[in-house]
């Protein structure tokens, strides 16, 4: 693999991912998120590109990289020259997109002002895939 897009989630990675697969010499996982890094899948290149040229670029975007422990260093790890595209969003405006998508899925049953407060947060923990709406907006 070639590049990645990691973050933030939120933040147009899907547009970006939608937009590269388009170019000829670019060839974009399906699906869009293949969590590698985060949850180590195996046997994603055969099932991620089938198709894809070896010449072309070979990417994936998995937002959650950015955020979760130990995903940078296992990209840095399998390929040291790996590039990675990183979008940002406000931090605020990012939080609420997420907060709106988790209650539309019936997860999340906090009003958003609840679910970012000191109580609310306590459900992230050291990293949480849902909940983590403040944490993700840490970027530095």
Known sequence: MDFVIAGAQKSATTALHDKLSRHPDICCSKPKELHIFDTQHRDWRRRAFDGCSPDCLWGEATPIYMY????????????????????????????LSQWKMETARGVETLSFADAVSETGRVRVGAAHRVFSYVERGFYA
């Open 68 to 95: 979760w422990p130990q995903a940078i260093e296992r990209l840095f790890s399998y390929n040291p020259e790996i590039r990675i595209i990183i979008i940002l969003r406000h931090p605020v405006f990012r939080a």
